[in-house]
């Protein structure tokens, strides 16, 4: 596991995220304490269980952001989810155990590529090998001990008709010859109708089920030799990697280092007596609890134990509170962190500081046209001025609402971008002002545009 204190991993999360620094605590904590685990003696290890985070907060303040950035820091599978899509088992709709399955896929998908980088060099050589045999049909044993007699020098024999064609191949100059390979039919197959008790999930399976049954259909096709080296090289990635191995590792991973960002619980959090409609929502979270508490989970890979997963989960809590959820489920996440509304000032530091500013972003898109954008300091507050002012009179969506606006200022320049040629822009309050300022008033106008 990623050896890094609940500092570093702070500061690394800081790079992306403004503010809410109790937020980015919890998880450093958490983490952390991931990698102190492994350090505990085996009999107790399994004992230790993840301390499972409710983020409480307003959209658009950087809930999935934490968790999808803590993910990446600490190379673990990680998947989004919202509790809505969910339903009771017995209805239609997602079973909440699909959760666990997909995170199973994104985890071999994850290993399966770092494994294919391992053999990525092997790979491209045993590609090329099988470009050439069908450039160059292979010669006999006889055939070679014949010519290797004729040759007077070892110069003579690198210069060989294959040797040349080898050196054309990675010189580019054959790119453009065509080759006929066996390649796999990504027609659409038989699509069967199936209807089943246990919800959409169970037919997505049987449909799979089915398919895996099926042949895969193959055709012969010509393609230029520039396609057919990359056909080849993942052929013979995936030959070469030990599939077993990859799922092997793929379960542990999803196991131990395994982070599942439950969005939306709010809205299955219910208040008092439930009748109809919130019957169901109950019912969803009664099916997430032996989830969260641990349980083995059956996926087309082997079974999957829920026990050291991590479960963050999320919501606005506007109208339910996090203790309408059922006391059970509450119980299994003890830690709960409440986010801030973005201010003004957060607007400024979103668009400046972050490795991934928006200001950068739209910066380096200009720059492919040659145009240079520079962002005055005035201009930069008058932008987090707009943002704040639309999010207070219109639905506060936090820092997304400065992607809509940025689009509405920038809008003119990247429309007549390739038209303008070599120039610079300045983006100042009175650009902002021209641009924005109209619409931003206008309680109406802004609500369907800003």
Do not use: C
């Not at 020098?153 to 040349?164: P, Q």
Request: aromatic share 6%.
């Amino acid at each position: 596991m990623k050896n890094f204190t609940p500092r570093e991993i702070v500061s690394e999360l800081d790079k992306y995220i403004i503010g809410q620094a109790e937020a980015k605590r919890a998880v450093a904590i958490a983490l952390r304490n991931r990698w102190r685990r492994y350090k505990v003696d085996p009999e107790l290890r399994d004992e230790i269980a993840p301390k499972n985070i409710i983020m409480i907060g307003p959209t658009g303040v950087g809930k999935t952001e934490i968790a999808r950035r803590l993910a990446k820091l600490a190379e673990a599978p990680f998947i989004k989810v919202e509790a809505t899509k969910y339903t009771e088992v017995g209805y239609v709709g997602k079973d909440v155990e699909s959760m666990i399955r997909d995170l199973t896929d994104i985890s071999v998908n994850m290993v399966k590529e770092e494994e294919k980088s391992k053999v990525v060099f092997k790979a491209g050589e045993q590609a090329e090998e099988r470009i050439l045999d069908l450039l160059l049909p292979p010669l006999s044993h006889s055939q070679q001990k014949e010519m290797v007699q004729n040759f007077e020098t070892e110069e003579d024999r690198a210069f060989s008709t294959r040797e040349k064609f080898r050196k054309m191949l990675r010189e580019g100059a054959l790119n453009d010859r065509l080759v006929e390979l066996e390649v796999q039919d990504k027609r659409a197959m038989p699509v069967f109708e199936v209807f089943s008790a246990g919800g959409m999930d169970s037919i997505d399976n049987i449909k799979e089920m089915f398919s895996n049954m099926m042949p895969r259909r193959k055709k012969r096709r010509k393609v230029k030799v520039q396609e057919a080296l990359k056909i080849l090289q993942q052929r013979e990635e995936n030959r070469l990697i030990d599939m077993d191995k990859v799922i092997e590792k793929a379960l542990y991973r999803v196991e131990n280092s395994g982070i599942v960002f439950l969005d939306e619980i709010d809205k299955i959090a219910t208040q008092g007596n439930s009748h109809g409609p919130d019957v169901s929502r109950q019912g969803v979270q009664r099916d997430i609890l032996p989830i969260v508490e641990g349980s083995n989970v059956n996926t087309k890979y082997g079974v999957v134990k829920t026990d050291h997963v991590l479960f963050i989960a999320a919501g606005a809590f506007h109208v339910a509170k996090p203790s309408d959820l059922i006391p059970e489920l509450q119980g299994r996440f003890p830690i709960r962190v409440e986010l801030q509304s973005l201010t003004r000032e957060d607007f400024i530091k979103i668009l400046t500081e972050p490795a991934n500013s928006l200001t950068r972003q739209y910066k380096a898109l200009l720059e492919t046209e040659e145009i240079v954008l520079k962002f005055t300091q005035d201009g930069i507050e008058s932008i987090s001025e707009v943002a704040t002012r639309v999010n207070e009179g219109t639905e506060n969506i936090g820092a997304r609402r400065l992607h809509t606006i940025m689009e509405k200022l920038l809008d003119e320049i990247s429309f007549n971008a390739p038209d303008l040629q070599k120039t610079e822009i300045i983006i100042d309050k009175a650009y902002v002002t021209q641009h924005l300022e109209k619409i931003a008033k206008d309680h109406d106008l802004s609500r369907y545009i800003l």
